[in-house]
Nanobody
C-alpha cells in the first residue's frame, strides 16, 4: 500500500499559478488511479481532477476545466496538479488520493481509500 505526501501549496494572488505535487512511497504506484480533491471551510470534500494509472484517462471538475492540469510520472511515483488562472474560490485544502483501479478513473470521494495529509492553497483577491 502506498503512502501519499502533498507539497506545493501556498498563498498566491488571483490570476496566479501553483503546482501541487503528491509523492507516493512503495513500488506499486502505477497500479493506482489518482485523484486531487479539495475541501473549503464549511464545505464537503469535492473532486478536482483524476487520472488513470497509465495516464490514458483524465477527469476534471467543471469548475477547473481549462485552468488545471493533472499529470503523473510513474517513474518518479508522483502526481501533479498544475493550477493556472487561480481564483479566490479555489482556496481550500487540497488532498491527493489513490485507489487501485485497472482501467479508468473515479470522481467519487468514497472510492478512494488512501489519502494524503493535505496542503493549503490560498488565493487572495
Amino acid at each position: 500500500q502506498v503512502q501519499l505526501v502533498e507539497s506545493g501549496g501556498g498563498l498566491v494572488q488571483a490570476g496566479g499559478s501553483l503546482r501541487l505535487s503528491c509523492s507516493a512511497s512503495g513500488r506499486t504506484f502505477s497500479t493506482y488511479a489518482m485523484g486531487w480533491f479539495r475541501q473549503a471551510p464549511g464545505k464537503e470534500r469535492e473532486i478536482v481532477a483524476a487520472i488513470s494509472r497509465l495516464a490514458s484517462n483524465t477527469y476534471y471538475a467543471d469548475s477547473v476545466k481549462g485552468r488545471f492540469t493533472i499529470s503523473r510520472d510513474n517513474a518518479k511515483n508522483t502526481v501533479y496538479l498544475q493550477m493556472n488562472s487561480l481564483k479566490p474560490e479555489d482556496t481550500a485544502i487540497y488532498y491527493c488520493a489513490a485507489v487501485r483501479k485497472v482501467i479508468g478513473t473515479s470522481n467519487k470521494v468514497s472510492e478512494y481509500d488512501i489519502w494524503g495529509q493535505g496542503t493549503q492553497v490560498t488565493v487572495s483577491s
